[in-house]
């Protein structure tokens, strides 16, 4: 018996592939380096196999980033407030409104994220995949993006622009053991706590 409706899984699939075909036209593809840009895309396969294992890992990679990023976006919608720049770009008039419109799969990506992980079951397996995921996402960010561009999961420096403080190479090496220990570890525990 399937846990996902056909439906669903073929409407999703149909969205992502979409998504994919316009980012791919509008953006450098080292867009697709962002972890959730890479949950968006790996929840097909997920879905389509019902895999525990992969909804868990993009869960942990995702859902404290994800949930700060619609902090940022509802705030600054609602009161013309800025928390963090997570979200600044869906309020810039020059980019165009369906590519900003696009982005709005922040909003469902979460809990998409979370229901598949009731669904299937968490897999606590995923805490180590995503941090291997992690380790290998991250100095392709830092090798690939041009950071005058785009400072893909922070490689560069926390928030849009570069750093300069410390050696890039030691801020990446930052962004590998804190990442693991900011967002996947707390996530991790407390999707243990509640789903196992």
């Known amino acids: 018996m399937e846990l996902i409706p056909l439906w669903f899984k073929v409407v999703y699939t149909a969205f992502v592939a979409a998504t994919v075909t316009v980012y791919a036209m509008k953006y450098p593809l080292w867009n697709f380096l962002w972890f959730s840009d890479i949950a968006l895309i790996v929840a097909v396969p997920a879905l389509w196999l019902e895999s525990s294992l992969l909804a868990s890992m993009m869960l942990v990679g995702v859902l404290l980033p994800e949930l700060l990023w619609n902090a940022s976006f509802f705030t600054q919608l609602l009161s013309g407030r800025r928390i963090a720049g997570l979200a600044g770009y869906m309020f810039d008039?020059?980019?165009?409104?369906?590519?900003?419109?696009?982005?709005?799969?922040?909003?469902?990506?979460p809990p998409l994220l979370l229901w598949m992980a009731l669904r299937f079951g968490y897999d606590p397996r995923a805490l180590i995949a995503q941090t291997a995921l992690a380790w290998i996402v991250l100095p392709l960010s830092y090798w690939l993006a041009d950071p005058k561009?785009?400072?893909?999961?922070?490689?560069?420096?926390?928030?849009?622009?570069?750093?300069?403080?410390?050696p890039p190479l030691a801020h990446l090496g930052l962004m590998m053991i804190a990442l693991p220990i900011v967002v996947f570890i707390p996530t991790h525990l407390l999707l243990r706590t509640l789903l196992v």
């Open 93 to 109: 008039p020059a980019k165009p409104r369906y590519l900003r419109a696009i982005s709005l799969f922040h909003v469902f990506l």
């Open 149 to 166: 561009v785009d400072n893909v999961n922070w490689v560069f420096g926390w928030g849009s622009t570069p750093q300069h403080r410390i």
